[in-house]
């Protein structure tokens, strides 16, 4: 049973656009929910990360939206470029769990030029 | 500063072969994970650490045994490897807020 749900699997926009990258999850105990983006052949590495009594939380060109209720939250790129091509997980994790920290399947994101 | 390190990059085991994978990191953090991803997959824990002496089960623990002896390594072994244990294994840390910090990943296959 996945604890973290993501969709979409993959998302092609064009350079400038706002790509959208949802996640939902099940367990009320996770606490922390921090998103990663990975390049092929690499490691992943922590974007930006939220707590759930915050709604919004923004860096840079990126921003992530928390609904607690309805215990999902997603990520918005702003003005993508070409650049940002990569694979994006959300994740959420509990602080008392010693931050266990359970990955979604992953976003292939692709930014036409 | 080396960051989080991980040794082999690459390996080929064959079934029932044993190994132990490395993980080092030089930033004096508490916590450390073991991931494996396989595509379609994410990222699935295996198991995890929150100081030196101490490990815990993660989302796919079973043939895998972890060992955190010294704070700076977190060791995962294959005691009997199997083709499913094929992946790229991802070692992370962090001082708290989930894994911070990735290796550069290591290749293995099982033959």
């Known amino acids: 049973q996945q604890q973290v749900k993501q969709s979409p699997q993959s998302l092609i926009v064009q350079k400038g656009g706002i790509p959208i990258i949802n996640c939902a999850y099940e367990?009320?105990?996770?606490?922390?929910f921090p998103w990663y983006q990975q390049f092929p052949g690499k490691g992943p590495a922590l974007l930006i990360a939220?707590?759930?009594?915050?709604s919004e939380k923004k860096e840079g060109r990126f921003t992530i939206s928390f609904n607690k209720s309805a215990k999902q939250f997603s990520l918005h790129i702003m003005d993508s470029q070409p650049g940002d091509s990569a694979t994006y997980f959300c994740?959420?994790?509990?602080?008392?769990?010693?931050?266990?920290?359970?990955f979604g399947a992953g976003t292939r994101l692709f930014v036409k030029a | 500063n080396a960051g989080v390190t991980q040794t082999p990059k690459f390996r080929v085991l064959k079934t029932g072969q044993s190994m132990t994978l490395l993980c080092a990191q030089d930033?004096?953090?508490?916590?450390m994970y073991w991931y494996r991803q396989d595509p379609g997959m994410g990222l699935r824990l295996i198991h995890y650490?929150?100081?030196?002496?101490?490990?815990a089960k993660g989302e796919v623990p079973d043939g895998y045994n972890v060992s955190r002896l010294k704070k700076q390594n977190f060791l995962l072994g294959l005691e009997s490897a199997a083709p499913s244990q094929t992946s790229v294994y991802f070692c992370?840390?962090?001082?708290?807020?989930?894994?911070?910090?990735f290796g550069p990943g290591t290749r293995l296959t099982v033959l």
């Open positions: 992370a840390s962090s001082l708290a807020g989930g894994p911070r910090f």
């Open positions: 367990n009320t105990a996770f606490d922390y």
């Open positions: 939220i707590r759930p009594d915050v």
């Open positions: 994740a959420a994790s509990m602080v008392t769990g010693g931050f266990k920290t359970i």
């Open positions: 930033m004096n953090h508490e916590y």
């Open positions: 650490s929150v100081g030196e002496g101490t490990t």
